[in-house]
T-cell receptor, first 116, second 115 residues
C-alpha cells in the first residue's frame, strides 16, 4: 500500500459526459501528479500540482482540468468524454516539487474509466 | 524530447531462470532512471532507481546499472519467481531543474513466470 488513495476504482459513463476523479496523496506529500495509461499511448504524464498550484503540464487535453485543494487532495475533471478517453488514470504523490535527486513518486491504485 | 524504449513483451520464463529486460533512453542533460513494477490490478510501485552514471539500483534481487555511454538501464534478476509475474516499466526523469518533475515511461514489458 503506497498510501495514495484514488476514488472511484471503476467508472463507466457515456460519451459527452463529465466525470471527476479524486486523489488523496500520502500524508505529508505536497505534490500530486496525474498520469493516463492507455493501450495505444502507454503511460503519459498529464499534469502536476504542488501545494495548490499548477507546476507542470504534459499531454493534457483542453477538455481535462485538475485542481489541488487546501487539504492537498486533488481532482481531475474530464469533460465532453470520448471513446478514446477510456483508460486507467493514476495519481502519484511526492514530498517535494523540485524533481530533486531523492524525489520519489508514489502511485495510487488508479481509476479505470470506460466511456461507452 | 525525452523518450524511453524497452523490449517488447510478453516475456515468459520458467521459475529460477535469468531475467533481462532491456531499456534504452534518449534525453538531454542528466536524467534519473527508474524501474517501476505493476502487479495485476494494482498501481505502480517503485522497484529501483539510479540518479547518476554508473550507479547501480537494486531491490528484491533485481538490479539495473545506469550506463551513460550506451544510454541504457537494463533490468536483471538472477532467479525469477512466480511472484515476479507483473508488468515492468522503465522510466526517466530529467535532471534537477525546471520542468524536471514528470516521469517519461516506456511501454512496459509483461513478464510471466511459470512453475
Amino acid at each position: 500500500d503506497s498510501g495514495v488513495t484514488q476514488t472511484p476504482k471503476h467508472l463507466i459513463t457515456a460519451t459527452g459526459q463529465r466525470v471527476t476523479l479524486r486523489c488523496s496523496p500520502r500524508s505529508g506529500d505536497l505534490s500530486v501528479y496525474w498520469y493516463q495509461q492507455s493501450l495505444d499511448q502507454g503511460l503519459q504524464f498529464l499534469i502536476q500540482y504542488y501545494n495548490g498550484e499548477e507546476r507542470a503540464k504534459g499531454n493534457i487535453l483542453e477538455r481535462f482540468s485538475a485542481q489541488q485543494f487546501p487539504d492537498l487532495h486533488s481532482e481531475l475533471n474530464l469533460s465532453s468524454l470520448e471513446l478514446g478517453d477510456s483508460a486507467l488514470y493514476f495519481c502519484a504523490s511526492s514530498v517535494v516539487a523540485s524533481g530533486g535527486l531523492q524525489e520519489t513518486q508514489y502511485f495510487g491504485p488508479g481509476t479505470r474509466l470506460l466511456v461507452l | 524530447g525525452n523518450s524511453v524504449t524497452q523490449m517488447e513483451g510478453p516475456v515468459t520464463l520458467s521459475e529460477e531462470a535469468f531475467l533481462t529486460i532491456n531499456c534504452t533512453y534518449t534525453a538531454t542533460g542528466y536524467p534519473s532512471l527508474f524501474w517501476y513494477v505493476q502487479y495485476p490490478g494494482e498501481g505502480l510501485q517503485l522497484l529501483l532507481k539510479a540518479t547518476k552514471a554508473d550507479d547501480k539500483g537494486s531491490n528484491k534481487g533485481f538490479e539495473a546499472t545506469y550506463r551513460k555511454e550506451t544510454t541504457s538501464f537494463h533490468l536483471e534478476k538472477g532467479s525469477v519467481q512466480v511472484s515476479d509475474s507483473a508488468v515492468y516499466f522503465c522510466a526517466l526523469r530529467k535532471g534537477v531543474g525546471a520542468g524536471s518533475y514528470q516521469l517519461t515511461f516506456g511501454k512496459g514489458t509483461k513478464l510471466s513466470v511459470i512453475p
